[in-house]
């Protein structure tokens, strides 16, 4: 399919998104300004303004646009602020965040995923994001605090690390819970205390592999 091909898609996945609740225009405007299939490796390509998680190889997925959207509207990131985000996975997330704040910091622990993530971003010319191959469960200190931080996979509990460089009045989303089911987490720091409410019950995410994560079970597939 060539590129006009993918815009009525695209609308449809719009559509989608503000029927799920997000009826913010300018988050909106941002699916429709990122190609997502950009962001999908050929073999799912086709599948890439579904509303659903697709996968992306090496056991990982891209995660589902409406959640990506309602993480948008609940972390409202401003042009000023720095972002944090802990599995750069796909890079279409990160590729919403950098049209939306000052500099977005990306941590992913499969190098293959960061390479490709790399291309597709270059490819629509984002410079504002710094991308790290390795273990976002320890957040990136260098850089923090950071207003905003996203955790894209399961954690068994809020990392230490990641609540520590938290700026005062900075909103975090993080799923936490059992390896199979989490509950998604706003967590804010506030007059120095740190807060958390739960946005979403039941959700399954991949989990967080890492110091401040899971073990490693299973040898990811190398597909
Ligand atoms: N926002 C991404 C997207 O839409 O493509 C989400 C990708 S997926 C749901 C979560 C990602 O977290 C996976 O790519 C996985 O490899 C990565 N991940 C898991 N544990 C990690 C860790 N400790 N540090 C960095 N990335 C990690």
Known sequence: MNEFGYVAYRRRLIEDIRAK?????????????????LFIPEGTRHRAYEDAPIPIGYGQTASQPSLQALYLQVLDPQPSDKVLEVGTGSGFL???????????????????????????????????????????SIGWRKYAPFQVIIVSAASPSVPPALAAQL??????????????????????????????ESLRQRCTFVPLLGLHGWDELDPEPAI
């Open 167 to 196: 700026a005062e009045g900075g909103r975090m989303v993080i799923p936490v819970g059992e390896r199979e089911v989490q509950d998604l987490l706003l967590v804010r720091r506030i007059g120095g205390e740190i807060e958390t």
């Open 21 to 37: 609740g997000v009826e913010d225009l300018a988050i909106l405007q941002l699916f429709d300004r990122v190609p997502r299939h």
């Open 94 to 136: 990160t590729a919403l965040l950098a049209l939306s704040a000052d500099r977005v910091y990306s941590v992913e622990r499969v190098r293959e995923l960061s390479m490709r993530a790399r291309v597709a971003l270059d490819g629509l010319a984002l410079n504002n994001v710094a991308l790290l191959v390795g273990d976002g």
